[in-house]
């Protein structure tokens, strides 16, 4: 499956949209619309569900996008959240150096040799808070969700009586004025993360670590990704972000090669220590029992939750032969699936519809349902299948005599006559929501 398809598909079946695009489109910002919407809820709902949820030892914040400056002043945001950029003499372009295959070489007009000197770039959306715009009250969009959970160590440990080992989970929007954004929803300047710090201690941290990495690793799998199309790589010495002991990248098979879907860090006690610094506050943890100090260190799993989202739609893709005819359909996960049941009369006749609204009402309480009555019965079951849904519900004429109806297999494409009574079991004993 080539890129072209799946962003064709993205934009004609209403996943994701071109932010503004009324208005000639907005390159560095997607909209995603009903179905792009729901599958990436769902994408995030899993995170959580896997992350807080399920778990004792993790707890959720939501803390605000637009922080004190201090926070990136601590954090080496201010000072080094940087790319490389530079400039082509010739075309103007402008590039971030390190994504580039030839670093001599403009790719925008192929000459060699014209670019400038590269320049620090600093990631960082700035903006002003209050009716004056002055240096003093500058603030910034933050680049990160990570310092939210930092600054707020102390708060919920208090309020939550958390023990060593614990996490801190957040999922929200994060903004990086990125010099390249691109292929498609995979680089923008405005995205969503999926967050959590561990706090360990320190003696403890290499063992999480291990243990993150293969949680981390885990969920894409199951959660239906193709292992082959999914692999970890460890960051060499001199990749590793100033504050990281150690790091492994999650990293999926898009249609231009490997790339990042989420970095597992080992971020030692940099965070918490750069915070006591500069504010004064004292973000050691006590242990009561041997009557100590310290700075915990940090396990942190960083997913992108607009990222994984996109490869959990290219890995889904399928085009199959049936009877010389090409199917193109969706494999997602029951959990993942924008719509879990289509609900299909047969024809718009009063009677088919009476017991269509029927039996979607019955459903409707459980799982994320459609009604469609447009088209064809084949081209329904097409756009279905285009948009992941596992099973369809066709209500036809002998519905009225029966009080049956048909159930299509997504996967399999095979049906079921089921009593209406027995539907909501029948599909029970299936989806795996
Ligand atoms: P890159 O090197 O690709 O710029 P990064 O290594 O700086 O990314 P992190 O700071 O580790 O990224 O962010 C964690 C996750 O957030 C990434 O793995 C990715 O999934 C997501 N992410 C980061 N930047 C963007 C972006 N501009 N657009 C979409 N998702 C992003």
């Not at 990570?146 to 600054?151: M, P, R, S």
């Not at 885990?218 to 002991?245: F, I, K, P, Q, V």
């Not at 490997?258 to 500069?278: C, M, P, S, V, Y």
Request: proline share 4%.
């Amino acid at each position: 499956m080539d890129f072209d398809t799946i962003v064709n598909l993205s934009k004609s079946r209403g996943f994701v949209f071109p932010s503004s695009e009324i208005y000639g489109g907005l390159r560095s910002a997607y909209d995603y619309g009903p179905l792009g919407a729901a599958l990436l809820r769902n994408v995030k709902e899993q995170w959580w569900r896997s992350m807080v949820k399920l778990r004792d030892d993790i707890v959720g914040i939501d803390s605000a996008i637009i922080q004190s400056p201090q926070v990136w002043e601590a954090s080496g945001h201010l000072a080094s959240f940087t790319d490389p950029l530079v400039e082509c003499t010739n075309c103007n372009a402008r590039h971030r150096l390190d994504k580039l295959e030839d670093q001599d070489q403009c790719p925008t007009c192929g000459k060699r040799g014209t670019f400038a000197a590269a320049k620090d770039f600093n990631l960082m959306f700035q903006t002003n808070m209050g009716p004056v715009a002055t240096a003093e009250n500058r603030v910034y969009l933050r680049p990160e969700t990570a310092q939210g959970i930092f600054i707020n160590f102390e708060n919920v440990r208090r309020t939550s009586r958390m023990k060593l080992p614990f996490g801190i989970a957040q999922v929200g929007k994060s903004f990086r004025n990125e010099i390249t954004p691109g292929q498609f929803v995979f680089r923008t300047r405005e995205f969503e993360q999926m967050e959590m710090e561990f706090f360990v201690r320190p003696e403890e941290a290499d063992e999480w670590f291990q243990y993150w990495v293969k949680e981390r690793h885990s969920w894409y799998l199951d959660l239906g990704m193709t292992d082959e199309n999914l692999r970890l790589r460890e960051h060499e010495s001199e990749e590793l972000a100033h504050y990281a002991a150690g790091t492994f990248d999650v990293e999926f098979l898009f249609p231009w090669g490997w790339d990042e879907l989420e970095g597992i860090a080992n971020r030692t006690d940099f965070d918490l220590k750069q915070h006591t610094e500069h504010s004064g506050k004292d973000l050691r943890y006590f242990d009561a029992e041997a009557n100590e100090r310290f700075f915990p260190f940090v396990i942190e799993p960083a997913a992108g939750a607009t990222r994984t989202t996109f490869a959990f739609l290219i890995d889904a893709y399928s085009d199959e032969d049936v009877s010389g005819e090409t199917r193109t359909v969706l494999k997602l996960d029951h959990r993942l699936a924008p719509v879990k049941v289509a609900v299909l009369p047969l024809s718009k006749k009063p009677d088919l519809v009476e017991v269509t609204q029927r039996v979607a009402a019955s459903l409707r309480e459980r799982y994320d349902i459609e009604v469609d009555v447009t088209q064809s019965i084949g081209k329904r079951y097409r756009r279905q299948d285009e948009i992941g849904t596992p099973y369809c519900v066709t209500i036809d004429f002998d519905t009225l005599d029966d009080q049956q109806v048909t159930v299509r297999d997504r996967d399999s494409m095979a049906q079921d006559r089921v009593a209406i009574d027995q539907l909501d079991r029948y599909l029970a004993e299936r989806l795996k929501v």
